[in-house]
């Protein structure tokens, strides 16, 4: 059954309609954000945007420009919609999620509207799914109303340099207290577990460091199992760019290249505890 | 009754160790059946397997350098044990790069399959890892429940896909559905279908080709006569499903199923020197 057969009929209008010829390009971007079972889905003739949020305080988006796919139609100004995020991975990985050299899946992603339906159209090697996955009403996101001009300190590093700091953080840790300054330490990554504290630096002037404008000393303390989950943008990611507010809400944006080189970008944003108590150094 | 074998080729001892990965997956316990020629791996589908049958065959000369059996009486030249696949084929994991591998049916205590690994060793004397194995010797009375379960009265005949791909896309099915449909008809092609509230998923396989059944004795099966895009289904557990295929490590020669519309599904997987058959009801 070729995909061109999939088409809607003359009369049928399909609200997003976007077709990918390596449906990883979408599911790889969408697994550094899955956390939660549910996300939202928000599509513009610009692209897609993927919302996961936890707890009223950590929110994570993956967007996918709308150049990433071969064909990306939006009939609407906006088009929402809420989605179970891991039925939907498992339909896009579902002829299986190693990337073999060579095989790839396509994809055709096709929705109606409110009430209807996400369908899924995936083909590989001859072999063709087609998913028919409900939606629901989108439910009301945060806005942490990032800006860059309320940026108070903004650090970009290679991603290479962070991983193994997030995979070896101390998960007895209830908190992860991050440090930036212009003054040394420069950027510290604390946690306070039942071990004892433990500390990362890194210097301002370190190769993996690419730009550094710190411009006042800052301690915030982010509950761990929320940034936890970042590590898998982070593994992904070649860059990321950790910024802070003046209430210490935390940034992370994260460039990731696809297969193909194309760029596209993950972004966390967590709330600093409540109770900033002074800060261990 | 007696039995002693030996394997002392290192590639039939891997085939062999293959062959009980595979069954140790597929049922916790099941019944092996030791006749002079063939050895058997059997579940029967009592309720309490929840309904599945497994029938494993092998000949016995493709693996084994010696072979030595004397069963309960001569009229009747066989062994029925009950057995943990699990057991045979941990004791088999350890014998990857052995010189030998020795297999004896003991009653010291209790009647138990011994294992006996060689290995090689830098000093003279070989060093020998012995598992032994408890095993249920089944009377002779019993052995009626272990008979080979006749080919159904199918409705469809098809080979499966790349079991590749079917592994993938009922692993994934399985993190969304208990149970799903397989269903064929007799133009080659064959859909696999899970149905829930969140999601319904498909998938289409084509050109698949179904295997020309000659019938035994003349009288037309039920699969003759039939309207080739006509659909053959049954809705099974999934679970079972996926335990056959991950319990594949090598592509079988030739692998194909019988449909029994609402009824059961009956997968043929061939190697060149093992034969499984594996049955799996239909949900009520």
Known sequence: MPLSAQHPASGESFVLSASLDNARH??????AVHFQDHATCF????GLRVTVEAA????ANAFIQAEIFQEFAVQEESVTFRINLSVLLDCLTIFGSSSLPGTSTALRMCYRGYGYPLMLFLEEGGVVTVCKINTQ????????DFCSTKVVNKIILQSEGLREAFAELDMTSEVLQITMSPDKPYFRLSTFGNAGSAHVDYPKDSDLVEAFYCNQTQTNRYKISLLKPSTKALVLSCKVSIRTDAQGFLSLQYMIRNEDGQVCFVEYYCCPNEDAAEAEL | MRFRAKIVDLACLNHFSRVTNTIAKLARTCTLRLTARKLYFILSDKVANGGVGMWCELCQGNFFDEFQMEGVAAEHNEIYLEIVPENLSRALKTAQSAKAVKIKLTNKHCPCLRVAVELPSLSSSSRIVTHDIPVGVIPRRLW???REPSVPDFDVSIYLPALKTMKS??????????????????????????????????????DLGNPPWASEDGCQSSAQDRDLESMAEACIDIKKLQQLLAGQQVNPTKALCNIVSKRIVHFVLLHEDVSLQYFIPALA
């Open chain 1, 137 to 144: 009403e989108p439910e009301e996101l945060l806005d942490f």
């Open chain 2, 144 to 146: 009626n429940d272990f």
């Open chain 1, 43 to 46: 599509a513009t003739t610009n």
């Open chain 2, 169 to 206: 896309v009922v692993e994934r099915m399985k993190n969304l559905s208990n149970s799903i449909v397989i269903e064929a008809n007799l133009s080659g092609e064959m859909n696999l279908k899970i149905e829930t509230d969140l999601v319904c998923v498909t998938t289409h396989f084509k």
């Open chain 1, 56 to 59: 009223k305080c950590v929110q």
């Open chain 1, 26 to 31: 979408l599911s790889s971007l969408l697994r």
